[in-house]
C-alpha cells in the first residue's frame, strides 16, 4: 500500500508544490532486487521553495526499510571498479579527499568498489548498509561494518553518500547524525541526480531517474543549502556513471530519435544530470 505522502518538503520546509505527472511505473516494479506491486499510481511533485522533486503515493518508510533489509544488492547493483564506472570529474574530486590514514565512512554501500578505491589510496574504511547481504559482502572484502550512526563522534574524515540520499524520507534528520560523525575538517560528499539539470527539468515525470520506487526526494543544489549546520564548498557537474556519456554525435542522434518517438526520459545523457557536492560544517 504505497500511501505515503510528503505533508512539505524536507529540506526547505515549503508545503507549495506543483504536479509534475504520474510516474510511470506501478504494476510489477522492482524495489532492489524483490519484485513489488502499488496500489496506488506514483505521482511527481515539484517544491516551489527549493525545486526538490518528491513522490507521492510512495512506500511507507518502514516498508521501505523492511524491502532494504531483504534485499539482494549483489543482482540489482553489481560489483564493479569504481575507477571504471566513475566519472572522470567525480573522481578528481573525490581522490583530493582521499588521503593516506584518512577515515572513510560510506553509507549505503551496496557491492560497490568505492571503499576498496579508497583504502588502496590509504584510507581506513567503514560502511554503514542496511542490507544484511550487503553489509556481508562489505565484511567479506576487509571493509569495518558501522552498526548504528549512534557511534563514537568526530570519528570520520570523509563521510560518502553516493546515490543515498534521494531514498531518504527526513534527509535533515539523517544529516544531523553524520554531522556529529565529522572529524575537525571532515566533509560530507553527496553523489545525486540533479533535478535542476536540463535533462531533468525537460523530461519531467519521464525522467529516468525518477522511475524507482525507492527514489521517494530527489533534492537540488538550492536544497542542499537548507540542511541546517552545514554549508556547501563545492560542486561538481557530472554523470550517473560514465557509460551514459556516449561520444556526443552518437548520444544527439539517439536522444533525438527517442524524443520524436516519444521516448526520451533524459537517456543517453548529452549534458551533465547529477551533481557531486561536498559540505562542512558551517563552524568548522
Not at 246 to 270: F, H, K, M, Q, T
Request: charged share 25%.
Amino acid at each position: 500500500m504505497n500511501t505515503f505522502r510528503f505533508s512539505h518538503c524536507p529540506y526547505c520546509r515549503q508545503d507549495r508544490m506543483t504536479f509534475v505527472g504520474v510516474l510511470g511505473y506501478r504494476d510489477r516494479v522492482k524495489f532492489g532486487s524483490l519484485m513489488i506491486e502499488l496500489a496506488e499510481a506514483p505521482e511527481l511533485f515539484r517544491c516551489n521553495g527549493c525545486g526538490t522533486l518528491m513522490t507521492m503515493n510512495a512506500i511507507p518508510p518502514e516498508e521501505a526499510l523492511d524491502l532494504y533489509r531483504r534485499s539482494s544488492s549483489g543482482e540489482r547493483w553489481t560489483t564493479e571498479k569504481f575507477g571504471n564506472i566513475a566519472d572522470r570529474s567525480t573522481l578528481q574530486a573525490l581522490s583530493g579527499a582521499l588521503m593516506p590514514g584518512k577515515r572513510v565512512l560510506d553509507i549505503g554501500s551496496g557491492a560497490s568498489d568505492f571503499l576498496t578505491f579508497a583504502r588502496d589510496r590509504g584510507c581506513r574504511t567503514f560502511a554503514f548498509e542496511p542490507s544484511r547481504e550487503s553489509a556481508e559482502i562489505q565484511r567479506e572484502r576487509g571493509h569495518e561494518i558501522v552498526a548504528s550512526l549512534d557511534g563514537p563522534a568526530a570519528a570520520f574524515d570523509l563521510i560518502t553518500l553516493f546515490d543515498v540520499v534521494e531514498h531518504l524520507y527526513d534527509p535533515r534528520a539523517m544529516f544531523a547524525s553524520l554531522r556529529r560523525l565529522l572529524a575537525q575538517g571532515g566533509r560530507i560528499a553527496v553523489l545525486t541526480g540533479a533535478p535542476q539539470s536540463l535533462p531533468a527539468r525537460f523530461t519531467g515525470a519521464k525522467w529516468w531517474y525518477v522511475q524507482y520506487p525507492e527514489h521517494v526526494c530527489v533534492p537540488t543544489l538550492k536544497a542542499l543549502r537548507h540542511l541546517p549546520g552545514l554549508a556547501v564548498i563545492k560542486k561538481v557537474a557530472t554523470f550517473a556513471k560514465a557509460g551514459y556519456r556516449l561520444p556526443v554525435r552518437e548520444a544527439w542522434s539517439i536522444a533525438r530519435n527517442r524524443y520524436r518517438a516519444g521516448e526520451y526520459d533524459g537517456l543517453p545523457s548529452v549534458v551533465s544530470d547529477h551533481q557531486l557536492v561536498f559540505l562542512k560544517e558551517v563552524n568548522a
